[in-house]
């Protein structure tokens, strides 16, 4: 090989090298950006499970704003309390926030604000009431939601209501041969935490069994669903979990 077949062949090789080294840092500021936006503005989760039915369907994805409470360090909640550069705002009763479960922080729990700091909670006869007054609710048809109901909620004995939680209007939904949930004895919420609750009142884990949630915890506010498909898990031995495709959720508003 001659000298000038030499110096091209480790052009060729240098040229290679640069062109790796400069896809690496391309790739690499793209997953930091993304990382960056999910971290401080918006991020997407997907409905698991069916404590929020009927305002979000089981295979839900839904966009969070990060920033509904104030900006935030990027990153700093990945490893700590998050570091807020603006506010921060406090939610208000009736949100619907993603937060970290307080008993298990790599889960992500999504509940309705009910209680408030320093507000008492209470439930009599399946009624809410905040500060001895109860939330505004009032008994519709849901005929129309039960035909897009998860099937394995279908034989349930279901009653509806449109309730008005603080400047919140949205449909819970009460299991009536439920006794169990009916009552909850008087709590007072503490400062800095927050009485969350679940819109399918007797198929919600929420404060009425684990305690309250830390602000520190919240991630965010949810927006509205982009996208609505449930595919049952291939080794469900539940034989009502099916598939469920429901374009019509796309761009639903999530109040």
């Known amino acids: 090989m001659s000298t000038e077949q030499v110096v091209e062949a480790k052009e060729q090789k240098l040229s290679k090298k640069q062109k790796i080294k400069k896809e690496a840092i391309s790739f690499s500021v793209i997953i930091f950006l993304v990382l960056f936006f999910r971290s401080v503005f918006f991020e997407p989760f997907k409905i698991p499970s069916g404590s929020m039915i009927p305002t979000l369907m089981i295979g839900d994805f839904i966009l969070v704003n990060k920033f509904s409470y104030g900006f935030k360090v990027p990153f700093t909640e990945w490893f700590t309390d998050p570091v807020y550069i603006t506010g921060p705002a406090k939610p208000q009763r009736g949100d619907v926030v993603v937060f970290k479960f307080p008993n298990d922080t790599s889960l992500n729990y999504i509940k309705r604000v009910v209680g408030?700091?320093?507000?008492?909670?209470?439930?009599?006869?399946?009624?809410?009431?905040?500060?001895?007054?109860?939330?505004?609710?009032?008994?519709?048809?849901?005929?129309?939601?039960?035909?897009?109901?998860?099937?394995?909620?279908?034989?349930?004995?279901?009653?509806?209501?449109?309730?008005?939680?603080?400047?919140?209007?949205?449909?819970?939904?009460?299991?009536?041969?439920?006794?169990?949930?009916?009552?909850?004895?008087?709590?007072?919420?503490?400062?800095?935490?927050?009485?969350?609750?679940?819109d399918n009142r007797d198929f919600s884990s929420d404060s009425r069994s684990w305690g309250y949630v830390p602000f520190s915890n919240i991630k965010g506010k949810a927006l509205f669903v982009w996208f609505s498909m449930s595919i049952p898990w291939p080794w469900s031995e539940d034989e009502q979990d099916s598939f469920k495709f429901r374009p019509w959720r796309i761009g639903t508003v999530i109040n």
């Open 116 to 198: 408030l700091p320093g507000d008492t909670v209470e439930v009599i006869n399946r009624v809410v009431y905040i500060n001895d007054k109860p939330i505004q609710s009032v008994e519709v048809d849901g005929k129309d939601i039960m035909l897009d109901m998860d099937d394995k909620f279908k034989t349930y004995n279901f009653k509806f209501y449109k309730s008005y939680t603080g400047e919140h209007e949205h449909i819970l939904q009460i299991h009536m041969d439920n006794y169990y949930n009916a009552n909850f004895y008087k709590v007072t919420v503490p400062e800095g935490h927050y009485f969350v609750m679940g």
